[in-house]
């Protein structure tokens, strides 16, 4: 353990499995108190039960990241800890994948509802809290924000998942400039990850697998890695690093900023 974040809190949501989890896991190894927030409980229990048993500080919040009293309540929980939050990583989001024409307004509405309504509810009330942390400590809190390269660039089926994600990148500049500007000590990066290997993109190469499009999810999930200069699909580890890093001190002259972690794909 380095204990770059000892006495840190750290809120990361949709931590239960895959992305989230890895986050929660670095950000706890190198110190941080971690809230594991997930809208699954059993599997939120087992992740912040995990992550004590090797070593870490973590305890489950449950959390519906669309729900504005969900994030009332967490922001309760959160403040009877005490001492602010350092961190908070919006990370839940859900996958949407469907061409325009198969494209209803259900698909729409949950992947706005979670994946850009649930960035912009928890960076409104968890706000105050990270205020705190940052008078508390003085080394500014930080928001980060998980986007995607579909937030950047285009790819067939995945408008309104695109919608979403192009719409976190914007809120967090906006954010970002507005906290700068009124000298709240809290900086605002969004991450942009290319296919990581997570239960979320197992869904996405099974539909691939479906429509015939791949021979099996191996396959599938094959294709989507040979789509990236690098040749292979990210680990969550690779993003958790990325956050660690704007979390950190060291990212103290960011915000607003996009941190790109995708092997390759969107440079090409
Ligand atoms: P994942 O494997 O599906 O894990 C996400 C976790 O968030 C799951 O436990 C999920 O529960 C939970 N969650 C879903 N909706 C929630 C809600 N309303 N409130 C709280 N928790 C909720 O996803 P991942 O692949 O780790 O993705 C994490 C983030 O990275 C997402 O924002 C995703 O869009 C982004 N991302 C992923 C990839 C990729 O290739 N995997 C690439 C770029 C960006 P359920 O299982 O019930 O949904």
Same mark, same amino acid.
């Given at each position: 353990m380095t204990g770059r974040f000892d006495g840190r809190t750290c809120l990361v949501t949709g931590a239960a499995m895959g992305i989230g989890y +890895?986050?929660?896991? #670095?950000?706890?190894?190198?110190? *941080?108190?971690v809230v594991v927030a997930d809208v699954k409980p059993a599997e939120g229990e087992d992740a912040a039960r995990r992550l004590c048993d090797a070593g870490c500080d973590a305890?489950?919040?449950?959390?519906?990241?669309?729900?504005?009293?969900g994030w009332k309540q967490a922001a309760a929980a959160m403040e009877?800890?005490?001492?602010?939050?350092? *961190?908070?990583v919006n990370n839940a989001g859900v996958e949407a994948v469907a061409p325009l024409a198969e494209l209803d307004m259900a698909i729409w #509405?949950?992947?706005?509802? =979670?994946?850009?309504?649930?960035?912009?509810?928890?960076t409104r009330y968890m706000a105050p809290l990270l205020l705190a942390g940052s008078a508390v400590r003085g080394a500014g809190a930080s928001?980060? %924000?998980?986007s995607s390269i579909m937030g950047l660039i285009g790819l067939p089926g995945s408008s309104a998942y695109a919608a979403t994600k192009g719409g976190v990148r914007l809120f967090t500049k906006n954010i970002a400039v507005e906290f700068a500007m009124e000298r709240k000590n809290i900086r605002v %990066?969004? =991450?942009? &990850?290319?296919?990581?290997?997570? &239960?979320?993109?197992? =869904?996405? *190469? #099974? #539909?691939?697998?479906? @429509?015939?499009?791949? @021979?099996?999810?191996?396959? +599938?999930?094959?294709?989507?890695?040979?789509?990236? &200069?690098m040749g292979r699909l990210g680990r969550p580890e690779d993003i958790a690093a990325g956050v660690a890093f704007l979390v950190?001190?060291? +990212?103290?002259?960011?915000?607003? +900023?996009?941190?790109?972690?995708?092997?390759?794909?969107? *440079?090409?």
């Amino acid at each position: 353990m380095t204990g770059r974040f000892d006495g840190r809190t750290c809120l990361v949501t949709g931590a239960a499995m895959g992305i989230g989890y +890895a986050i929660a896991e #670095r950000l706890g190894s190198e110190g *941080a108190r971690v809230v594991v927030a997930d809208v699954k409980p059993a599997e939120g229990e087992d992740a912040a039960r995990r992550l004590c048993d090797a070593g870490c500080d973590a305890s489950f919040l449950a959390l519906d990241v669309s729900s504005e009293d969900g994030w009332k309540q967490a922001a309760a929980a959160m403040e009877s800890l005490g001492a602010g939050l350092d *961190a908070l990583v919006n990370n839940a989001g859900v996958e949407a994948v469907a061409p325009l024409a198969e494209l209803d307004m259900a698909i729409w #509405r949950r992947a706005m509802d =979670v994946n850009l309504t649930g960035v912009y509810l928890g960076t409104r009330y968890m706000a105050p809290l990270l205020l705190a942390g940052s008078a508390v400590r003085g080394a500014g809190a930080s928001v980060v %924000n998980i986007s995607s390269i579909m937030g950047l660039i285009g790819l067939p089926g995945s408008s309104a998942y695109a919608a979403t994600k192009g719409g976190v990148r914007l809120f967090t500049k906006n954010i970002a400039v507005e906290f700068a500007m009124e000298r709240k000590n809290i900086r605002v %990066n969004s =991450v942009h &990850p290319g296919f990581i290997q997570t &239960p979320m993109s197992e =869904v996405g *190469a #099974r #539909r691939l697998a479906e @429509k015939g499009l791949a @021979k099996d999810v191996g396959e +599938a999930l094959g294709q989507m890695a040979s789509m990236s &200069p690098m040749g292979r699909l990210g680990r969550p580890e690779d993003i958790a690093a990325g956050v660690a890093f704007l979390v950190s001190d060291d +990212a103290a002259f960011m915000t607003g +900023a996009e941190l790109v972690i995708d092997g390759g794909y969107t *440079a090409r």
